[in-house]
């Protein structure tokens, strides 16, 4: 039997659940993605985010994981019970290697909730899923997720120039990845930890 047999699991950190989206998590993930700040620092969340965009969205998790393609996380406040973003793993078993991606929303920034939600995900890919590398980039104007990275042991593997378009703009790439045998040595394979102030 596979991990993807079972249902995906939910994560715990210090104050974050990390679990699977619901479909009655539509309207948080709305108001949260149809911000203008969240679309303009991700590749590929719509602005405007029309109605029912989140609803098809979320439907394709579940899919996706049980076909091993994809681990979809909603990040939870656990105090709140409140939807605050989301962190997946876009995976590639054939090369044990996941991209990773994540956006929190703007309400909840500065709280370090990226940091804890990504240490749980990059012990999820490496413990549980088995994987061998994990990558993530982000768009050189947005320094603050490259941060997130460099928390987690990640390191700057070098710049795409001009390699997508965002708002009809070209947008330059910053590309991080992090090997399990850097992880098991490294500060994202001890307990998630972040300070206020960070993303």
């Known amino acids: 039997m596979s991990l993807h047999d079972l ?27 149809g911000a203008r700040e969240i679309a303009d620092t991700t590749l590929t969340v719509p602005h ?3 109605d029912g965009a989140a609803e098809q969205w ?6 996706a994981w049980a076909a091993g393609a994809l681990a979809s996380f909603a990040v939870v406040e656990r105090a709140a019970g409140q ?3 989301t962190i997946g793993l876009t995976l590639k078993p054939a090369h044990a290697r996941a991209e990773m991606g994540y956006w929190i929303g703007v309400p909840f920034w500065n709280r370090g909730y990226a940091t804890e939600a990504a ?7 490496f413990e549980g899923l ?24 990640m390191r700057h593997e070098g710049r795409l120039r001009q390699h997508v378009r965002r ?4 947008e330059d790439l910053e590309q991080y990845g992090i ?10 394979a001890g307990p998630p930890t972040s300070h206020p102030g960070d993303p």
């Open 7 to 33: 249902p995906q699991p939910t994560l715990s950190g210090a104050r974050l659940d990390l679990r699977p989206f619901r479909p009655g998590d539509a309207p948080a993930v709305q108001a949260l993605a």
């Open 48 to 50: 405007p985010y029309g």
């Open 119 to 125: 240490a749980l995900v990059l012990r999820f890919g």
């Open 179 to 188: 090997l399990r045998d850097e992880w098991l040595g490294g500060p994202a």
């Open 167 to 170: 708002w009809g703009s070209p």
């Open 130 to 153: 088995g994987l061998n590398r994990v990558h993530a980039q982000h768009f050189s104007r947005n320094p603050q997720s490259g941060r997130v990275m460099r928390k987690l042991g």
């Open 58 to 63: 979320i439907a394709t998790h579940a899919p």
């Open 83 to 85: 939807l605050v973003g």
